[in-house]
């Protein structure tokens, strides 16, 4: 947020620093680990741009939304924020992102709206476009190649049933962690994401559109299931209980076990698998790094993931909107996002076409091909948080046996339904 000094107080600032300011002054909230990167592009803006300048604030992900909520409803908060692909609408609802149609309308960005992906989820009930898509991803299998060998394994999982069968092998053969994910109930968990998986691979989801309204399009049953499924894993000891601890998919736990050798199988978005190689071959300079990216498993029906990614938005208390909208028209730009951006990519079709992901990232090709929306999720009147966090802490009482999954998944269900009820 700009804000405003009398001029006396200005001409005093300036004499005093010998400082020449620039006509507009703006503030960008970045949320991602990439900030000294994210630095050099302001400064290149700065360059092109003259007449703005940019401050670089850098903050944690976990405490974005809220944190942003907080200092819009009292008149503060950064000029541009980044925000998630699921936060423009209810951002937007609350009135703390300022609408963008008529920028769209006047200064297009790139190669026009219909370009960027996932646009529909910043435009709010009141047809207010909220958010500009930033940059995409999905999440994908990543796999030691040479743990597999060692364990066997001839080729990644194609089913739920196979990827259990290969983090037991692993775990037997080598003694190392198989398939070691986060099982921890926090914020942000996990869990979250691996079981909506499992259960849109098997025909159902917690929320689906119902006519003129929403309803849950899941079963008790269904639920128990997958906390079953992924119980399994640390019953059987291929996935350590110490997981129960973590909740990240980029804690330390997985990003160095994958690294180290410790651990032979994770899944990650394309920023933390980059990570990993990066790091490996920085241990290991001159040896091709043992990784291959794969795609989720499959249940009764096909593989599928939700497409995420980032989006970026104006703060409807900013005093230079005019000036942070060309700040999001530089940042969208393509070969920006590759320039400095690297571990993600852009939210438009036609550079993303255009993209050369490599073997060792191919999985994450083929899973951006099916990815999805949140869809019904983000239409529906249940925020995806609340559902986020009652998911999570219902699988950790099922995981821990402070609930049955029985009990855990009706638990869960009724308060989803309740959601969807308000």
Known sequence: MTFKFTAAATAIALFASGA????????????????????????????????????????AWSEARQQFLREAAVGEGPDVVHIAFVWPRDLGTAGALYPLNEFWEEAPL????????????????????????????TWAMLYRTDIMEDAGITAPAKNWDELRDISRTIHEETGKIGFGFPAGSGVQSTIWFLANYYWW????????????????????????????????????????????G??????????????????????????QAREIIAAYEKRHP??????????VPAGS???????????????SNSDEPEA?????????RPEIIAKYYGNQFPAQQTPLAQIDFGATMSGFAE?????????????????????????????GSAFIGERSYDEAAEELLNTVKDMLDK
């Open 20 to 59: 020449v300011w620039a006509d507009s002054n703006i503030i960008f909230r970045f949320n991602d680990p990439e900030s000294e990167a994210m630095r050099a592009a302001l400064d290149e803006f700065e360059v092109e741009n003259p007449d703005i300048s940019v401050e670089l604030q850098s903050f």
């Open 110 to 137: 790139q190669a026009g709206y219909d370009d960027f992906i996932a646009s529909n989820l910043a435009i709010g009930a009141d047809g207010g476009i909220y958010g500009v898509p930033w940059t995409t991803d």
């Open 367 to 395: 899973q951006l091909a099916v990815a999805r929306t949140w869809g019904a999720y983000s239409d529906g009147p249940a925020q995806i948080g609340s559902m986020w966090n009652e998911t999570g802490r219902m699988f």
């Open 201 to 244: 691979s098997n025909g159902s989801a917690l929320v689906k559109a119902d006519g003129d309204g929403f309803d849950v399009g899941i079963t008790e049953a269904q639920i128990a299931e997958a906390m079953e499924y992924f119980d399994s894993y640390m019953k059987e000891g291929h996935n350590p209980q110490s997981m129960l």
């Open 246 to 271: 973590v909740t990240d998919w980029y804690d330390p736990a997985i990003i160095e076990g994958m690294t180290n050798g410790d651990q032979g199988v994770a899944i990650v978005p394309p920023q």
């Open 324 to 332: 942070a909208w060309k700040l999001i028209e530089f940042l969208t």
């Open 286 to 295: 001159g040896e091709e790094a043992p990784f291959i990216s794969a795609m």
């Open 301 to 315: 029906e096909a593989s599928s993931t939700h497409l995420g990614g980032r989006m970026l938005g104006i703060n």
